[in-house]
């Protein structure tokens, strides 16, 4: 579940009509706008290239953004970029070291940052604890393993005070223990205030963690809402995976878009597909109709309770495939 | 009270370059081109030039030699960075694209700087003395600053348009190579050299680097060296706009 505390007045964030390209061709970002209050927990959910690291580095000040407004804690990313990276913080989805030990990549940063020599150790202590980092706190970052970066890479931004934090992917390559951990780590520095933005694949880290998200696909948001809101909008429906084989797999999907209308969201990959419906005896009696109509056999069928990336899954494809929602 | 981000920059650089293994080349590769290429090159007798051992005469060559291991060093953080990630990640820190680019020149600087004065040292220890005066020293360091802001900048010039690792370094080890030999670090310019080797000589900048801090060092210097430290500084500056511009246009990361 999000995290539900009282949200204050004034937006940390606001993006009006976003866009970007990076090759004046294709646009990453295409009409973005939404706001994130102060400490929310704010999920930005999507496939790859979807623009989720474009509007990650777009309210970093990393890009300057070919049209729209973007206003980052009330200042302007173009002309007050210094002022903005100054209270934020920021974990990349590439990694970022210097070619020194963990300890010397935490104190380096502590002193990019100017934090005090006193604070900066006990921080860069409490920090190697919190993430489990002390068996290997002596070797050099780009030693360990593709988890182990990711822990100092995510441990170290917390080196520094920040007003929000962005994080992109953060706990990709982190066991589940220790994904927990990070997530819990971040819950309490949201308690003490900190706004936090987030970018994850991973829809229960978005369960857990976010107080809305918004999903993002081909530089646009489809879909942005709490979870509560969109649970209950697709909780009580179900979802039905069906695979077939023999016969044209292609006219029987048609065919049973065709026949669903808005009474199913269809997503298909080769011969098998999911189907978000209300009722699946309805469909269920279709789509037996329609593989005896249409010549293909039924070589798998299913049906299961909705889950989040049901739900996000029909909301990526929705607009591209067939069926409506 | 925390550091102007300029110094905190540089401390990182600092930190991060002075490794033993990057000391070793930095001071311990020139020290030892000190020892025993001025050692063994005296042994075939004749020496330097103006009655001076061959070792006297290279010292001044191999501080002037230190302004191209400080460029490679500039050079050399920014590629990283930029392939490592730290680049990205220290734009979207409270520094500026130009403080970053400050604080590479500044630390190429130093380092040169220092890398001459530890081969002074080395020097001392081996010669006994140093003619070297106060005046001199002051041209010296002069000389240093504008030869490491002028090679700082042809290497970040490479770092910031060479992505592949293995070009970076072939360019850097050829770089370093012509530069070097192709200048008076090592010997002085001669009639006798072939005419395509004297015009590398000629325009080669580490020549001008090393007769500058040479004659200052000897205590020798003439109205010739005042022209010389003027278009050390005229392509000094021109390099570092160059540089500049090609830093400013390039990505901030190689991924």
Request: with cysteine.
């Given at each position: 579940?999000?995290?539900?505390?009282?949200?204050?007045?004034?937006?940390?964030?606001?993006?009006?009509?976003?866009?970007?390209?990076?090759?004046?061709?294709?646009?990453?970002?295409?009409?973005?706008?939404?706001?994130?209050?102060?400490?929310?927990?704010?999920?930005?959910?999507?496939?790859?290239?979807?623009?989720?690291?474009?509007?990650?580095?777009?309210?970093?000040?990393?890009?300057?953004?070919?049209?729209?407004?973007?206003?980052?804690?009330?200042?302007?990313?173009?002309?007050?970029?210094?002022e903005?990276?100054?209270?934020?913080?920021?974990?990349?989805?590439?990694?970022?070291?210097?070619?020194t030990?963990?300890?010397?990549?935490?104190?380096?940063?502590?002193?990019l940052?100017?934090?005090?020599?006193?604070?900066r150790?006990?921080?860069?202590?409490?920090?190697?604890?919190?993430?489990?980092?002390?068996?290997?706190?002596?070797?050099?970052?780009?030693?360990?393993?593709?988890?182990?970066?990711?822990?100092?890479?995510?441990?170290?931004?917390?080196?520094?005070?920040?007003?929000?934090?962005?994080?992109?992917?953060p706990?990709?390559?982190?066991?589940?223990?220790?994904?927990?951990?990070?997530?819990?780590?971040?819950?309490?520095?949201?308690?003490?205030?900190?706004?936090?933005?987030?970018?994850?694949?991973?829809?229960?880290?978005?369960?857990?963690?976010?107080?809305?998200?918004?999903?993002?696909?081909?530089?646009?948001?489809?879909?942005?809402?709490?979870?509560e809101?969109?649970?209950?909008?697709?909780?009580?429906?179900?979802?039905?995976?069906?695979?077939?084989?023999?016969?044209?797999?292609?006219?029987?999907?048609?065919?049973?878009?065709?026949?669903?209308?808005?009474?199913a969201?269809?997503?298909?990959?080769g011969?098998?597909?999911?189907?978000?419906?209300?009722?699946?005896?309805?469909?269920?009696?279709?789509?037996?109709?329609?593989?005896g109509?249409?010549?293909?056999?039924?070589?798998?069928?299913?049906?299961?309770?909705?889950?989040?990336?049901?739900?996000?899954?029909?909301?990526?494809?929705?607009?591209?495939?067939?069926?409506?929602s | 009270?925390?550091?102007?981000?300029?110094?905190?920059?540089?401390?990182?650089?600092?930190?991060?370059?002075?490794?033993?293994?990057?000391?070793?080349?930095l001071?311990?590769?020139?020290?030892?081109?000190?020892?025993?290429?001025?050692?063994?090159?005296?042994?075939?007798?004749g020496?330097?030039?103006?009655?001076?051992?061959?070792?006297?005469?290279?010292?001044?060559?191999?501080?002037?030699?230190?302004?191209?291991?400080?460029?490679?060093?500039?050079?050399?953080?920014?590629?990283?960075?930029?392939?490592?990630?730290?680049?990205?990640?220290?734009?979207?820190?409270?520094?500026?694209?130009?403080?970053?680019?400050?604080?590479i020149?500044?630390?190429?600087?130093?380092?040169?700087?220092?890398?001459?004065?530890?081969?002074?040292v080395?020097?001392?220890?081996?010669?006994?003395?140093?003619?070297?005066?106060?005046?001199?020293?002051?041209?010296?360091?002069?000389?240093?600053?504008?030869?490491?802001?002028?090679?700082?900048?042809?290497?970040l010039?490479?770092s910031?348009?060479?992505?592949?690792?293995?070009?970076?370094?072939?360019?850097?080890?050829?770089?370093?190579?012509?530069?070097?030999?192709?200048?008076?670090?090592?010997?002085?310019?001669?009639?006798?050299?072939?005419?395509?080797?004297?015009?590398?000589?000629?325009?080669?900048?580490?020549?001008?680097?090393?007769?500058?801090?040479?004659?200052?060092?000897?205590?020798?210097?003439?109205?010739?060296?005042?022209?010389?430290?003027?278009?050390?500084?005229?392509?000094?500056?021109?390099?570092?706009?160059?540089?500049?511009?090609?830093?400013?246009r390039?990505?901030?990361?190689?991924?």
């Amino acid at each position: 579940m999000g995290i539900s505390k009282p949200l204050m007045e004034t937006p940390a964030i606001v993006l009006n009509q976003l866009r970007h390209t990076y090759d004046g061709k294709r646009f990453a970002l295409d009409g973005v706008s939404f706001e994130v209050r102060k400490g929310e927990v704010f999920g930005l959910l999507g496939k790859n290239g979807a623009g989720k690291t474009t509007l990650i580095k777009a309210m970093t000040t990393l890009i300057r953004p070919t049209s729209g407004s973007l206003s980052i804690l009330g200042r302007d990313p173009v002309r007050q970029g210094k002022e903005i990276r100054n209270r934020i913080g920021v974990v990349q989805q590439s990694e970022s070291f210097d070619f020194t030990s963990v300890e010397g990549n935490f104190d380096i940063y502590g002193v990019l940052w100017g934090v005090p020599k006193d604070l900066r150790q006990r921080r860069r202590e409490e920090l190697i604890e919190r993430f489990e980092l002390g068996e290997f706190r002596k070797q050099r970052s780009f030693d360990l393993s593709g988890g182990q970066q990711r822990r100092v890479q995510v441990a170290r931004e917390f080196m520094h005070d920040m007003e929000i934090l962005f994080l992109d992917e953060p706990t990709v390559g982190l066991d589940v223990i220790m994904r927990r951990k990070l997530l819990d780590s971040i819950k309490e520095e949201v308690r003490g205030g900190l706004t936090v933005v987030f970018t994850t694949h991973n829809l229960e880290e978005a369960d857990y963690l976010c107080d809305r998200v918004a999903v993002v696909d081909s530089g646009k948001i489809l879909v942005l809402d709490t979870l509560e809101n969109l649970k209950r909008l697709y909780g009580g429906k179900k979802t039905i995976e069906v695979t077939v084989g023999g016969g044209d797999a292609g006219r029987f999907y048609d065919a049973l878009a065709h026949s669903l209308g808005s009474e199913a969201t269809l997503k298909r990959e080769g011969n098998s597909a999911l189907l978000l419906v209300q009722d699946p005896r309805v469909v269920l009696s279709k789509i037996t109709e329609l593989a005896g109509a249409t010549g293909v056999q039924l070589e798998w069928l299913n049906i299961r309770k909705n889950t989040l990336e049901d739900v996000f899954l029909s909301t990526v494809s929705g607009e591209a495939e067939h069926g409506t929602s | 009270m925390a550091l102007p981000n300029l110094l905190r920059l540089m401390y990182r650089n600092f930190r991060v370059n002075t490794d033993p293994g990057s000391l070793v080349i930095l001071i311990g590769l020139p020290a030892l081109y000190l020892v025993f290429f001025g050692f063994g090159f005296s042994s075939l007798g004749g020496g330097g030039t103006k009655g001076t051992s061959y070792l006297s005469f290279l010292t001044p060559g191999i501080m002037a030699f230190q302004v191209v291991m400080a460029g490679t060093v500039g050079g050399s953080i920014l590629w990283a960075d930029r392939r490592w990630g730290m680049l990205a990640q220290l734009l979207v820190s409270p520094f500026t694209r130009l403080e970053y680019l400050l604080g590479i020149m500044l630390t190429s600087v130093l380092m040169g700087i220092a890398g001459a004065f530890t081969m002074l040292v080395v020097a001392l220890a081996l010669l006994g003395s140093v003619p070297v005066g106060g005046f001199g020293l002051g041209i010296i360091v002069v000389t240093l600053i504008l030869g490491s802001i002028l090679f700082g900048s042809a290497m970040l010039f490479i770092s910031a348009l060479v992505k592949s690792s293995n070009a970076y370094n072939s360019i850097q080890v050829l770089m370093i190579f012509i530069v070097n030999f192709a200048s008076t670090v090592f010997y002085p310019d001669s009639p006798s050299l072939p005419l395509p080797i004297q015009v590398l000589f000629a325009v080669n900048p580490l020549t001008y680097v090393a007769d500058i801090v040479r004659d200052s060092y000897f205590g020798l210097l003439t109205v010739t060296d005042a022209y010389r430290l003027l278009l050390l500084t005229v392509e000094a500056v021109v390099l570092l706009y160059v540089a500049t511009r090609a830093y400013m246009r390039s990505d901030v990361s190689m991924k």
